[in-house]
């Protein structure tokens, strides 16, 4: 079955500690996405990526880190310099960044202590 | 600048009371209205993709509509496996990125 999948489910960290996200797609889609959702809160856009080796800063980049070295793997790392790291992050992907819907991973929730 | 307002924020049914959802955005050029449904805890869910004013599209007991400044997500005699929050967001002409509205909590009860 073709879908994205995200690992782990849960994570917990302390605080001064950098965390990555893993996010992993077998849909042969060109783009991936990470956000972040809070409480009440639309999806924030942080990195999005639109070809393996490129990627660009979304909305909140600052305190997050990410690589494509594969079209199937976009990981995130959360890194101690993000001041407010406790929130439910979810990967997208989608086939090219116009105008496609992106779909979405099943998502971690991170709690920093 | 590129803005998706949902409302009512919180809406509660019985089971079988048709209503709608409603978003209102501002884009520069539409390039793609967007419908997710999202459970407590998951992802969400892709339901629809709307291009230009006059378009429908219908999935089960919903319906999503298009005008020029808002979508509606009609929920007709809802079932309580209904119950999600349902997320709009936009694309337009002068950004790569889908900008999301907070979302619609729906809740059907039995």
């Known amino acids: 079955d073709g879908g994205i999948t995200q690992s782990p489910k849960y994570l917990f960290r302390k605080e001064g500690q950098n965390v990555t996200l893993s996010c992993e797609q077998n849909?042969?889609?060109?783009?991936m996405y990470w956000y972040r959702q809070d409480p009440g809160q639309g999806l924030r856009l942080i990195y999005y990526?639109?070809?393996?080796?490129?990627?660009q800063k979304g909305d909140i980049a600052e305190g997050y880190s990410v690589s494509r070295e594969k079209k199937e793997s976009f990981p995130l790392t959360v890194t101690s310099a993000q001041k407010n790291p406790t929130a439910f992050y979810l990967c997208?992907?989608?086939?090219?960044?116009?105008?496609?819907?992106?779909?979405f991973g099943p998502g971690t929730r991170l709690t920093v202590t | 600048e590129d803005q998706v307002t949902q409302s009512p924020e919180a809406l509660r049914l019985q089971e079988g009371e048709s209503s709608s959802l409603n978003c209102s955005y501002t884009?520069?050029?539409?390039?793609?209205l967007f419908w997710y449904r999202q459970d407590p805890g998951k992802g969400p869910e892709f339901l629809f993709t709307?291009?230009?004013a006059g378009e429908e599209k219908e999935k089960e007991r919903l319906k999503a509509t298009l005008t020029k400044k808002e979508s509606f997500l009609h929920i007709t005699a809802p079932k309580p496996e209904d119950s999600a929050t349902y997320l709009c967001?936009?694309?337009?002409?002068?950004?790569?990125?889908?900008?999301f509205g907070s979302g619609t909590r729906l809740l059907v009860r039995p």
């Open positions: 997208a992907s989608s086939m090219g960044q116009g105008g496609y819907e992106q779909y």
């Open positions: 849909l042969n889609h060109d783009a």
């Open positions: 990526s639109q070809i393996v080796n490129d990627f």
């Open positions: 884009v520069s050029g539409l390039r793609g």
């Open positions: 709307l291009y230009s």
């Open positions: 967001a936009v694309r337009g002409d002068s950004s790569y990125k889908l900008i």
